[in-house]
Nanobody, 121 residues
């Protein structure tokens, strides 16, 4: 049974940092790309960043390029999203999702339930 479980969200002041975790189970993490997405209230879900099975990083959000990073620990079946210099507009529910292949260009299949990130001004 494939599962992805996000954690690490919370309330942080503007300019602060958070590290989100995505713990996976039920599949070989080292074979697949993992993406991070977010959805703010009243807005559509958007892609943030992705890491391939070979650690190639793809940014899907321009505003994340200078502030966010992604990494994976296959031995712990975990992918991390490090977010620095957070802004109120980063407030959203953050989700991780597996891809059907090793590349971030492949489609997503399994999703976690998300973790709330709230940035106060």
């Amino acid at each position: 049974q494939v599962q992805l479980v996000e954690s690490g969200g919370g309330l942080v002041q503007s300019g602060g940092s958070l590290r989100l975790s995505c713990v996976t189970s039920g599949f070989r993490l080292d074979w697949y790309a993992i993406g991070w997405f977010r959805q703010a209230p009243g807005k559509e879900r958007e892609g943030v960043i992705c890491i391939s099975s070979t650690d190639e990083v793809t940014y899907n959000l321009n505003s994340a390029k200078e502030r966010f990073s992604v990494s994976r620990d296959n031995a712990r079946n975990t992918v991390y999203l490090q977010m620095n210099k957070l802004k109120p507009e980063d407030t959203a529910v953050y989700y991780c999702a597996s891809h059907v292949g090793s590349s971030c260009l492949s489609n997503n299949d399994y999703w976690g339930r998300g973790t709330q990130v709230t940035v106060s001004s």
